[in-house]
């Protein structure tokens, strides 16, 4: 937005499909749902010779762990929630309503329940009371609202009391708005706040009311229920374990890297897996991976959606984790990790697998075959293939009788696999076959080949004329 009194921000990162927003006005700055490491908002503060005035979270998020008590203790800038939020540790707990001065503009409290109860939204108003901006965090969404299922329990309310809760609030306090009000949400495509989030990033009240289905003209609130709730999948385990470190308090993070990125060496790796549940985490490209690695490991490639992919696979954000990757990333798997909350973080192995190797170590591999050799081995066989995509994916297009497993859920379906039956697994490119390759042979499985290239690859080849389906099937 170009105007001489303020300046926004969006600060995007695209593995968490998140937005922060750094808003800066007359020599103060406030910052919207700030990521966990601060030292990018200090330099930024620095820079513009600014003053951070206020810290402002537009809800306890599930999906990462926010900036706010780091930030806080860095700057003394108070941070402020929405009514009915109570964390475990002071903030300003602002009333429906209230307004925040940040140089010449003003930021107007909208208490929007339903994502959660302490939803809210920030209004920007200019120097001349005009409504510019809504950073509508998880409430409204391009394309798409907060889904209303994630603290059910918390809240001890249903689902359907929570959307109602969300009608409400989008029609009595967003609907309201001018139509050139623009809108900032804290999340796009890819996350899991939502289930049909936009690519883009920004938006006006105007557009949405014409594009966005949950804020079609004359819905009933019964309509808006069944639409929002439907299709809903289940929220990756370790959400619930981030709500509680935003609302309870966290570590450091500067303790959580400066601990990620202890280098041990063969024997002091060796000594940790004996005397701990450490899981160990291999970062490395699927190609590199599948040629050797140090048995147990897990392959979630930091060139890929890392953060979420920990958090979805991994149940219990207290895990002791091991990795490793290569020197130079070190530092990138440390500090994403830890935005999902994944703090109990042991090391990494000296040199990585190459040192491990080079000790004569025992390894591993993985039996990563092309396409063409899926294509000539099929067609002698009657193979068992299973697609590791999403099911949304699969039903699109997919290898004629495949089995949709998704990855996500392999924990849920893995010991319906026989050990004994060959089978091939694949996904789109190859990134989630080769994480699922792993926890099967972490648990055991050998008798597999992981298909490089995975879909994509399988298309290029002649199956593609004779062993695919573009309709949806039976699921599995």
């Known amino acids: 937005m170009i105007n ?10 695209g593995c968490l499909a998140q937005g922060a927003y750094y808003i800066t006005s007359n020599g103060e ?61 002071k903030c300003i707990e602002a009333v429906d309503g209230q307004e925040f001065l940040i140089g010449s503009i003003t930021l107007k409290v909208l208490h929007t329940p339903g994502h959660t109860l302490e939803s809210t939204c ?40 929570l959307a109602t809760l969300l009608f409400h609030s989008l029609r009595n306090k967003i609907m309201t708005l001018e139509d050139d009000v623009l809108v900032y949400p804290a999340h796009g495509a890819g996350s899991a706040c939502g289930k049909n989030m936009s690519k ?23 309509e808006f229920i069944d639409e929002v709730t439907s299709g809903l999948l289940p929220p990756p385990e370790y959400f619930g374990g981030n709500v509680a470190m935003n609302k309870l308090g966290y570590d450091n993070f500067d303790n959580v890297f400066n601990n990620g990125m202890t280098l041990l060496t063969i024997d002091a790796f060796k000594s940790i897996l004996e005397a701990t549940d450490a899981l160990i985490i ?22 890929g959606d890392f953060a979420p992919w920990v958090g979805t696979l991994i149940k219990d954000v207290k895990q002791p984790i091991l990795f490793v990757s290569e020197p130079n990333k070190m530092a990138e798997v440390v500090t994403r990790v830890s935005r999902v909350g994944f703090d109990n973080i042991l090391g990494h192995v000296s040199g990585g697998f190459e040192a491990w190797k080079a000790a004569g170590n025992h390894f591993e591999v993985i039996n990563r075959i092309s396409a ?37 859920y392999i924990n849920d379906w893995i010991s319906e696999i026989d050990k004994k039956e060959k089978f091939y697994i694949h996904c789109a490119g190859g990134y989630r076959s080769m994480a699922a390759a792993s926890i099967l042979a972490a648990r055991g499985y050998q008798n597999f080949s992981e298909i490089a290239g995975g879909f994509k690859a399988i298309l290029d080849t002649k199956v593609s004329t004779t062993q695919f389906v573009c309709q949806s099937t039976p699921k599995n």
């Not at 001489?4 to 990162?13: L, M, S, V």
């Open 122 to 161: 920030y209004l920007l108003i200019d120097e001349n009371g005009k409504n510019q901006a809504l950073f509508s965090g998880d409430t409204l969404f391009i394309g798409d609202v907060g889904r209303p299922d994630l603290v059910q329990k918390i809240a001890s309310m249903t689902q359907d009391d």
């Open 4 to 13: 001489p009194n303020f300046k926004i921000e969006q600060i995007y990162t």
């Open 372 to 408: 063409s050799q899926f294509e000539a081995e099929i067609d002698t066989n009657a193979p068992k293939i299973i697609d590791v995509r999403k099911l949304t994916e699969y039903e699109a297009q997919h290898v004629n009788n495949a089995l949709s497993k998704p990855l996500a």
């Open 200 to 222: 883009e990033t920004v938006s006006t009240i105007g557009n949405q009311k014409l594009n966005n289905y949950a804020l079609r003209a004359n819905m009933t609130v019964q």
């Open 29 to 89: 700055a406030a910052i919207i749902d700030p990521l966990r490491e601060t030292q990018p908002y200090i330099e930024r503060l620095n820079r513009d010779h600014v003053i951070l005035k206020y810290i402002f979270e537009t809800h306890f998020h599930a999906d990462f762990v926010s900036g706010h008590i780091d930030l806080n203790q860095k700057t003394a800038a108070p941070i402020v929630y929405g009514p009915t939020a109570k964390p475990a540790f």
């Open 282 to 303: 291999d970062t490395r490209d699927a190609s590199i991976f599948c040629q050797g690695f140090i048995p147990q490991s897990i392959n979630i490639g930091i060139n």
